[in-house]
């Protein structure tokens, strides 16, 4: 649960940088003790969703998973969006720009 708070105060921080005047203009949240999920939008359209939940509760194998995508504009005018799950298996971004190991 630390790596997603981390990783997603990262990511806004990194895109309030890129603009310093955008605003909010969507945020939906439901946050319960075993799973979330959140949207957003910005006035500059970057988007971003996310849900995670627990696995495995009560066991040794016990994880969060978490699925989410964020996209926004590029410095070329082109639209990148950035799908993404974080679980046991670490962090794994799916995205046309992103290379293939």
Known sequence: MKFVIVFVALFAVAMANSDQDA????LDSNVEPLNYEYAQETSNGIRSEESGKI???GTEQEAISVQGSYSYTGDDGQVYTVNYIADENGFQPQGAHIPVA
């Open 23 to 26: 605003q909010i203009v969507r």
């Open 55 to 57: 696995k495995n509760l």
